[in-house]
């Protein structure tokens, strides 16, 4: 069967594999290949078993790989057989050398780039999915286009928005699809032929395009408003801790208001996830290259309001047990990094398990999805953390609960068996205020939401 196009992804990852199988899904007159490096991640994307748990991918992929989605190791053939490229390696915070702790380590993109360059035998469209800091594409162009033997390269810029966990949702209904291009006839004409992809399924007016700078910071800056207005709902919690205002009623009477909006005024304990404080970092980075001191200073708040959301949770744990924490049993209910995921990358949860363990406590992890990320990231941490995936027996014998993630089965438990079964007097730490506190105190819990009073039987 000939195909239509011929798209390749370079990076089967979270951004990667479900976006490529929806682009197989919506165009079956595509032929869609996605490559890696890693060859235990290209073999479970070929296995029953793949490699991302996201609601609703399991079925996308059954019904496309093999027919016109496939995964390979193979990047070179990948490179030379096809003519529209997406790169979406993982981009993270640099660890090492001038920038370190702060801006992107290209590492991975630039790598992709020479090796587009070396296996190329025709011109191609090269797409950046990747979150880059701005003017990326002007490396890539300038890496890409070094040789004079005909081959032509046009990067464009095409951000991805979608979130974890609810990733096949955010792709097929997106809010906007964004490409930047060079205002050339050549940049407009990729423009074009990137646009159709999407207009397969996504409705004209959602696509739109400008040029490639504006594409670049404009997913930084996506990603910098969300996590702000998170930690501007968080810093209210503290205040609202203080003055015993209820956060809750506070976010949901802002947010009424149609300039401001009620999504993402949930007070918790901080964000996660691998991009929030990498791509903000990112860009505080960028505003210190450029000069700008204070417009730097503004979006590190973020990140540091973040950390103090974290710590004072930890803080607030120990006041309420006494001041101490050693030898006490704490079960940390939720270890991914937000609800509907598997993945712990930058999970507050993290941190808490750790603190938790400077304490000397000793802690049990569950969730339904995250065990085993989680034992990668406590690896070392010893024998004071057990694993028990079923949430009330988790419970049984601690001093408390710390809920980390929303997952919508710990608002569906027996609080009152869970309760008999735990060490007296039984705390809970509802970290996404999602469980029903009067409930809950009435049981005999003592209750400690975030930016709540707490219900305390003392
Ligand atoms: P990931 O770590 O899950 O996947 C990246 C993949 O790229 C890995 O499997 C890695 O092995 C592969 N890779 C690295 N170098 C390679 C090379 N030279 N050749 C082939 N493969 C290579 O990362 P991710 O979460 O998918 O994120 C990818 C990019 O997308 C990042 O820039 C991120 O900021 C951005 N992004 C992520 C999300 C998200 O929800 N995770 C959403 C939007 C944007
Ligand atoms: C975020 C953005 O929402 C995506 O648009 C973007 O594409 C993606 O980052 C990325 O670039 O990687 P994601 O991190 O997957 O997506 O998930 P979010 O739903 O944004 O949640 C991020 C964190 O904020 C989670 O820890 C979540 O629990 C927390 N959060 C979210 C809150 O604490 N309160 C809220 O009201 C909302």
């Not at 951004?15 to 869609?32: D, F, S, W």
């Not at 205002?245 to 007070?267: H, Q």
């Not at 704490?330 to 930058?346: P, V």
């Not at 750790?354 to 999805?369: G, H, N, T, W, Y």
């Amino acid at each position: 069967m000939t195909f239509k196009k011929n798209i390749l992804c370079i990076g089967a990852g979270y951004v990667g594999g479900p976006t490529m199988a929806m682009i197989a899904y919506k165009c079956p007159q595509y032929r869609v290949t996605v490559v890696d490096v890693n060859p235990d991640r290209i073999a479970a994307w070929n296995s029953d078993d793949i490699p991302i748990y996201e609601p609703g991918l399991d079925e996308l992929v059954a019904a496309t790989r093999g027919r016109n989605l496939f995964f390979s190791t193979d990047i070179e053939t990948g490179i030379r057989e096809n003519d529209i490229i997406f790169v979406s390696v993982n981009t993270p915070t640099k660890a090492f050398g001038l920038g370190a702790g702060m801006a992107a380590d290209l590492q991975h993109w630039e790598k992709t780039a020479r090796q587009i360059l070396e296996y190329s035998q025709s011109s191609k469209i090269v797409i950046e999915k990747s979150t880059l800091p701005v003017k990326t594409a002007l490396a890539m162009e300038r890496i890409l286009n070094c040789r004079e033997n005909g081959i032509c390269f046009d990067v464009l810029s095409n951000p991805e928005f979608l979130a974890e966990g609810s990733a096949i949702r955010d792709l097929e209904l997106p809010d906007r699809i964004l490409i930047g291009s060079r205002e050339t006839e050549r940049g407009l004409k990729a423009r074009q032929s990137l646009a159709e992809i999407y207009a397969n399924w996504v409705s004209e007016e959602k696509i739109i395009t400008s040029n490639i700078w504006s594409s670049e910071l404009s997913k930084l800056v996506s990603n910098a408003f969300l996590a702000q207005r998170i930690s501007s709902i968080n810093a209210i919690s503290a205040l609202c801790e203080k003055a015993e205002a209820d956060v809750t009623e506070v976010a949901r009477a802002v947010g009424m208001d149609s300039r401001i909006g009620s999504k993402f005024l949930n007070a918790s304990i901080g964000f996660g996830g691998s991009c929030f404080k990498k791509d903000i970092l990112n860009l505080v980075y960028l505003c210190r290259h450029y000069g700008l001191e204070e417009v730097a200073d503004y979006w590190d708040s973020v990140v540091r309001i973040n950390d103090y959301q974290q710590e004072r949770f930890i803080r607030n744990m120990l006041a309420a047990m006494f001041n101490t924490l050693a030898g006490k049993r704490i079960c940390l209910w939720g270890f991914a990094f937000k609800s509907n995921t598997g993945d712990t990358r930058e999970s507050p949860a993290i941190f808490v398990a750790r603190r938790l363990i400077e304490e000397r406590a000793e802690i049990v992890v569950s969730d339904p999805k995250a065990l085993k990320n989680a034992r990668l990231d406590l690896a070392g941490l010893g024998s004071k953390v057990d694993y028990v995936e079923e949430a009330a027996r988790a419970a049984e014998g601690c001093h408390a609960i710390a809920l980390l993630t929303e997952w919508d089965l710990y608002r569906h438990l027996d609080f009152q068996a869970i309760f008999d079964s735990m060490s007296k007097p039984a705390f809970i730490f509802d970290g996404r205020n999602i469980l029903d506190h009067r409930r809950c105190f009435d049981i005999g819990f003592n209750v400690y939401p975030v930016g709540k009073p707490p219900l305390t039987h003392f």
